[in-house]
Nanobody
């Protein structure tokens, strides 16, 4: 069993920054590729970013490309999402998740384990 716990969410003004963390326990984090998804009220869960288990490959949704950076520290079993130049439309609950393959990195169904989510609210 794998447990994921997100942290770092909060309220920030437009243009500000936040760094989300996802701590992985139960299995070695380096065994998994990881993704960040988000879900706004009344909307479907959508892909934000993903990173391979080595950290070499990263992928981003067009809506966050150039503003968000995903990274990982396998020694700490932690994945990060640095979010800069935040916009009100980035407001959502952010979830991290694990996957065994990057083939369908932007599909929620490809991810087996999920955290409980952390709220990010961007005010205008």
């Amino acid at each position: 069993q794998v447990q994921l716990v997100e942290s770092g969410g909060g309220l920030v003004q437009a243009g500000g920054s936040l760094r989300l963390s996802c701590a992985v326990s139960g299995r070695t984090a380096s065994a998994y590729s990881m993704g960040w998804f988000r879900q706004a009220p009344g909307k479907e869960r959508e892909f934000a970013a993903a990173i391979s288990w080595t950290g070499v490959s990263t992928y981003y949704a067009d809506s966050v490309k150039g503003r968000f950076t995903i990274s990982r520290d396998n020694a700490k079993n932690t994945v990060y999402l640095q979010m800069n130049s935040l916009k009100p439309e980035d407001t959502a609950v952010y979830y991290c998740a694990t996957t065994g393959s990057m083939r369908y990195y932007n599909q929620p169904n490809a991810y087996a384990y999920w955290g409980q989510g952390t709220q990010v609210t961007v005010s205008s």
